[in-house]
């Protein structure tokens, strides 16, 4: 027998190499691990004669009412409207949210989650920055908390992935803008920081390509979450410099779409279908203000409800079997066209 006193599960799981989640598992029902990893921890309870509090363990299990929810930038009114909708599911069924907010920033988000891990919560609602993320940093808290991804999707992290399907969505904008009109080129960031810009971007190319016509990608420089700046610089910049390849424009998101508006209208350019009309402009998402800018924005809709009530119902399905996911699940919501006045 080792000399060495264990505490407590945390303690366990260091000196015997197994992570505290499979420990858990096992210790709930030993039958849901692997045989190896079960002969593991037989041999290493057998060593250090831990036994642990299986009534502590439990009660904790109950208490354990806080939910995080963690998003990469809440000014925007696409993270806010999705929290809206999680924060009214998640208070319904009994339990706490706490929202942070990564603010765009690699180190806040490693902050938010090491903030969470100290609370235990009883599981969490994630948006990843996505390319600057700490992958490492996010699979680490995962293995360790219940986790479902939203949005920002991080190839095999967490329990389960519910975010939009950007290749329909794409495809469905780029065919009525052919449809209608001159096929559009594609306005983005250069470097992104959401993956989904990048999924987009292919999207776009392919269905282009599939309809027989050139892409043409438009990339502007900035790397921040302050998409309207980025677009209002950026299509100034294209505008002045008659750079646009064609007079349709396709922006990766709503609220790039909203700055490149705002860029036109001081070149004096006339934005929407039909005659008098100097070029269209459409976006992605059905951002909130979408609705009322001037002239207000062709897009498609991400379901938000949809997103936020399966994100949420899966995560709460989770903690109330107690048991983590058997396999990781993808759930893509499809877009709807909104046809407005900017083409």
């Known amino acids: ?113 090491e903030s969470l891990r100290s609370i235990r919560p009883g599981g969490v609602l994630m948006a990843p920055l996505g390319r600057i993320s700490d992958r490492e940093a996010i699979e680490s808290f995962c293995d360790d908390i219940t986790t479902v991804l939203f949005d920002s999707n991080l190839d095999k992290t967490g329990e389960a992935f519910v975010g939009s399907n950007n290749d329909q969505s794409i495809g469905l904008i780029v065919d009525y803008l052919c449809r209608t009109g001159e096929p559009p080129s594609f306005f983005e960031m250069r470097l992104p920081p959401n993956p989904n810009a990048i999924r987009r971007r292919n999207a776009y190319v392919s269905a282009m390509e599939k309809l027989g016509h050139d892409p043409h990608l438009v990339q502007v420089e900035g790397e921040s979450w302050d998409f309207e700046e980025i677009g209002f610089h950026g299509a100034s910049r294209v505008i002045a410099d008659r750079a646009l390849p064609t007079n349709t424009v396709l922006c990766s998101n709503d609220r790039l779409a909203i700055g490149f508006l705002s860029a036109a209208y001081e070149a004096g350019l006339r934005i929407g279908q039909g005659s008098g009309n100097a070029m269209r402009v459409a976006g992605h998402d059905d951002h909130p203000f979408s609705q009322f800018t001037c002239p207000t924005l062709t897009t498609v809709a991400q379901d938000y409800l949809s997103i936020a009530e399966k994100s949420a119902e899966t995560l709460l399905g989770l903690i109330e079997s107690d048991q983590r996911a058997d396999s990781r699940d993808a759930t893509l919501f499809e877009g709807k066209l909104v046809m407005r006045g900017s083409a």
């Open 1 to 113: 027998m080792n000399g060495q006193k264990i505490r407590n599960m945390e303690e366990f799981a260091s000196v015997s190499g197994i992570s505290r989640p499979t420990i858990s598992k096992y210790f709930h029902d030993p039958d849901s691990v692997r045989k190896s990893t079960r002969r593991r921890i037989e041999a290493a309870l057998e060593q250090y004669e831990y036994r642990p509090n299986i009534y502590a363990m439990n009660q904790n299990r109950r208490l354990t009412k806080n939910i995080g929810i963690v998003v990469p930038y809440l000014a925007d009114p696409f993270f806010a409207e999705i929290v809206r909708n999680v924060e009214r599911i998640v208070i319904g069924a009994g339990h706490r949210p706490i929202l942070l907010s990564s603010h765009g920033e690699r180190d806040q988000e490693i902050d938010n989650l």
